[in-house]
């Protein structure tokens, strides 16, 4: 029998978190700083939002584009909390954020075109390129530069096959941030060269060091920016699978076709527990969304400043809920480290080298987990390391 498996899939390399996470499931008493999880449970206001809505029968297909009242608010949504503006008829109301970044490089990439993709980064970018039929071109952030982008790394890297630049701030697995000057300054290389840009800002509430700054914000960067944003993290709805997308015109429409034939719609539950989400936020100034920016912040601190005493080098984390450590000083790589300290303290962090090549001496920490667990955590990695508290 011939092989059936398409040749792109078959190459795709195993989620790196996926797999240190299916570990964890089956031993007993392990502490999991792996998969960026939020412990916080949804709202009783959202999960009472989607419990009426069951009660009301609405239990129907929306339509293609979701529902028009969510699209409206998350409309005024982008436009209050971060300066950006997209009409409710430019949005897609997605299977999540992941659904969201597979339309925009289905709907944009073509055969043979170059994706800019920093690294270390989200893992589904690389893969979703390809399967796209693109090329990934990685760019190396340090932590010398707080692992954000700058103008030279980018033009760098920039052939007349580069098409678009996936924009991962605030970033997973690094926490780094890119405030207005920095985004500024990549914008004119952006213009230059006629890039897209897909910014992923699924992170965009949880900032600590002021305002989050979208790029899309900025002068004349709306028009060739699509915006990637979503539910799951800032306001614990993970399990709920509700993102959304916004495009300049051409591009939407192109996402809107593809989604109505792979998805048709994201469940309407979802979408009515996210309505209930903006309502109250919007009601209350979002205070529950602020509370766990409050409760991150203050875990990051301790865990980046735990590992740091323990010579283990760690970014001090600007957003999102992770710590990127440098294990080199160990004599390990991020593979060998995360493998030996789970086998042997049952604790479970990804390996660098997951989210691209530039991360192989690093492992990425959630902290989206109780600073008891944190704590025990920490005095695991102590003891792993061989030294005394």
């Known amino acids: 029998m011939r092989n059936f498996v398409n040749k792109k899939a078959a190459e795709l390399e195993p989620s790196g978190i996926r797999k240190f996470f299916d570990v964890v499931q089956t031993m007993d008493g392990a502490i999991s700083?792996?998969?960026g999880e939020p412990d916080f449970i949804t709202p009783w206001t959202v999960r009472d939002a989607a419990i009426r809505s069951l009660r009301r029968g609405y239990t129907q297909y929306t339509g293609n584009r979701g529902l028009l009242e969510l699209r409206e608010l998350i409309s005024q949504y982008l436009k209050e909390r971060f300066s950006v503006d997209y009409p409710a008829d430019r949005t897609i109301i997605t299977v999540g954020a992941s659904e969201a970044i597979d339309l925009a490089l289905r709907a944009t990439c073509e055969e043979g075109d170059e994706i800019l993709v920093p690294e270390p980064s989200y893992v589904s970018y690389s893969p979703i390129v390809?399967?796209?039929?693109?090329?990934?071109?990685?760019?190396?952030?340090?932590?010398?530069?707080?692992?954000?982008?700058?103008?030279?790394?980018?033009?760098?890297?920039?052939?007349?096959?580069?098409?678009?630049l996936i924009l991962p701030y605030p970033n997973n697995p690094t926490g780094a941030v890119m405030d207005y000057a920095q985004l500024n300054d990549i914008a004119g290389v952006i213009k230059k060269y006629d890039l897209l840009v897909i910014s992923d800002e699924i992170y965009a509430e949880l900032t600590y060091t002021?305002?989050?700054?979208?790029?899309?914000?900025?002068?004349?960067?709306?028009?060739?920016?699509?915006?990637?944003?979503?539910?799951?993290?800032?306001?614990?709805?993970?399990?709920?699978?509700?993102?959304?997308?916004?495009?300049?015109?051409?591009?939407?429409?192109?996402?809107?076709?593809?989604?109505?034939?792979?998805?048709?719609?994201?469940?309407?539950?979802?979408?009515?527990?996210?309505?209930?989400?903006?309502k109250e936020g919007f009601a209350d100034g979002f205070a529950a969304v602020e509370e766990m920016r409050r409760e991150y912040c203050r875990r990051g601190k301790f865990l980046a400043g735990a590992l740091n005493n323990l010579g283990l080098k760690c970014f001090m984390p600007k957003g999102a809920f992770y710590v990127f450590a440098c294990v080199e000083s160990t004599g390990m790589d991020g593979e060998t480290f995360a493998e030996k300290l789970l086998m042997q303290q049952k604790v479970a962090v990804v390996p660098g080298s997951a989210f691209g090549q530039a991360g192989k001496y690093f492992v990425?920490?959630?902290?989206?987990?109780?600073?008891?667990?944190?704590?025990?955590?920490?005095?695991?990695?102590?003891?792993?390391?061989?030294?005394?508290?």
């Open 130 to 164: 390809r399967l796209a039929g693109g090329t990934p071109v990685p760019l190396k952030c340090t932590a010398e530069n707080d692992f954000i982008l700058t103008p030279e790394i980018i033009e760098q890297a920039i052939t007349e096959r580069t098409k678009a």
């Open 364 to 389: 990425r920490a959630s902290y989206a987990t109780s600073m008891q667990q944190l704590s025990e955590a920490v005095r695991r990695i102590t003891a792993f390391l061989g030294k005394t508290v």
């Open 33 to 35: 700083l792996g998969v």
């Open 210 to 278: 002021g305002k989050h700054c979208s790029v899309a914000a900025l002068p004349q960067m709306a028009e060739r920016t699509v915006y990637i944003g979503g539910f799951s993290k800032a306001f614990a709805m993970t399990g709920w699978r509700v993102g959304f997308i916004c495009a300049p015109k051409e591009i939407d429409a192109a996402m809107l076709k593809i989604h109505q034939y792979t998805i048709l719609c994201a469940p309407q539950t979802s979408q009515r527990a996210a309505v209930g989400a903006l």
